[in-house]
């Protein structure tokens, strides 16, 4: 039983770590009189989407950050968005940008909170399974 017991605490520590990756992508292939943009969301998003000037450079990864290698000097729009339904307000950002030869910019994309559901999901999901546990059987 204790076993069983580990083997669930282990099971459950693997499913809540995160897997998030820094993400690297090029707009394009020429680098001359390009710069580089970093997106950094406050917490990491799952199924992100990242467009600039409405060509998908990242579609659905789960992203920690976004590099854009290669983006051309002049005015470009970047969208970021995540689809997930456990933010209280959908993730879409939008940050038009005027890019200058071999200047590198951050842009901080701000994360909604998470919903009650959320909250509820994970807390049941953390006690649940050890109700089984705790509760005597009757053999």
């Known amino acids: ?3 069983l017991g580990l083997g ?14 820094d993400l690297t992508v090029t707009y394009q292939m020429e680098s001359a009189n390009t710069g580089k943009v970093v997106l950094k969301p406050s917490t990491s998003t799952d199924r992100t989407m990242v467009t600039i000037n409405d060509q998908l450079v990242v579609d659905g990864k789960f992203a920690k950050s976004v590099t854009i290698l290669n983006v051309p000097n002049g005015d470009h729009d970047i969208h970021y968005t995540a689809d997930n339904s456990f933010y209280k307000t959908p993730l879409r950002a939008e940050f038009p940008i005027k890019m200058e030869n071999g200047k590198s910019m951050t842009k901080l994309v701000e994360v909604p909170p998470y919903n009650t559901g959320y909250w509820v999901l994970i807390t049941g999901a953390l006690i649940l399974p050890w109700m089984f546990f705790l509760v005597p059987s009757n053999q």
């Open 1 to 3: 039983m204790k076993k």
């Open 8 to 21: 669930f605490l282990a099971a459950s520590f693997l499913l809540f770590t995160s897997c998030a990756k």
